[in-house]
């Protein structure tokens, strides 16, 4: 075998040689490939690249990006060489210029934003005005200020899965024949084996944003996905991702196993009165990485001593994210409803007397 070092086609780690299976396996993700199947891939890999392009790509890249770091929270923003970053859009402290980008962080993809910075703060304005127990100033203008258009980074997978299961189906039937009644079981052997691929998969590469929020706010439409410009940027900021493919695989992972699973009980269900899993295997067998921006407005507000996140999908509009309840202002309202029915428990009193 040549001395090279390959890495694993799902989660990008390092793999290994095991003598015991004479495979080449990830102790990351658990995967295991011959020698001859990682060869393949990389010589399919290798005919795919235009050598020159990249380069002359990942230079302008870096020609072009200007890198800003909060030594507050450790926040890593990106921005287009003419735009300045004043604040951290996390922490809203003052953010430092760095320095630039290296050609490994240029997205493949991005969508541009359709969701106007206008029309997010209209939705925001619309969707907290049905929350009467915020703070007072979460609803200001100077709050508002803080509504960031932020390309966040994503890495999609599209995953290649070996999927199979074995079940025991039964069919239950019953009938009455004069005074008796009648059950019929039959069980079936049900034996599934497929391949399925899953298109598509989202993990953001941020870990300060929380999965959840951000899952929130899916789908994005992928096929508004073009090839990555710095033009996108302008007037608008970038993140850094600092999640690489073998940090937010088990993430794509989980999410490829749970699109097989569905895949698999969907060809089953309807078929037999119950069903009983015996065993299923969902294994990927390879994944096809695109490191890609899609647009988020994105908006912090501290309260006591605590973070809330929000979001609007720069594509689609959806909002998602928790806000502050504000203690205090449920109490007051809550005396005064409490004092209003005492009082007219106390005059419907005084009317029966």
Known sequence: MDAVQYKCPNCNAELKFDPATQKLSCEYCMSSFTVEEVQKIYQEAEKSIDKETVEKENNEFEDNTALYHCSSCGADIMAEKDQTALFCYYCHNPVILSGRLTGEFKPDKVIGFKVSRKDAINKFKGWIAKKPFVPKDFKSEQQLEKMTGLYVPFWTANCLIDAGCHAIGKQIRSWTAGKYNYTETKEFSIDRAADITAEGIPADGESKIDDALMEAIEPFDYRELKPFSMSYLSGFFADKYDMDKKAVFPHIQTRAQEAGRYIINQSISGKYSSIVMQSQQYNIRKTDWTYAMLPVWFMTYKYKDKIYEFAINGQTGTLAGTPPLDKAKLKRV????????????????????
């Open 334 to 353: 809550s005396a005064l409803i409490g004092a209003a029915a005492a009082l007219v428990i106390f005059l419907m009193g005084g009317v029966f007397l």
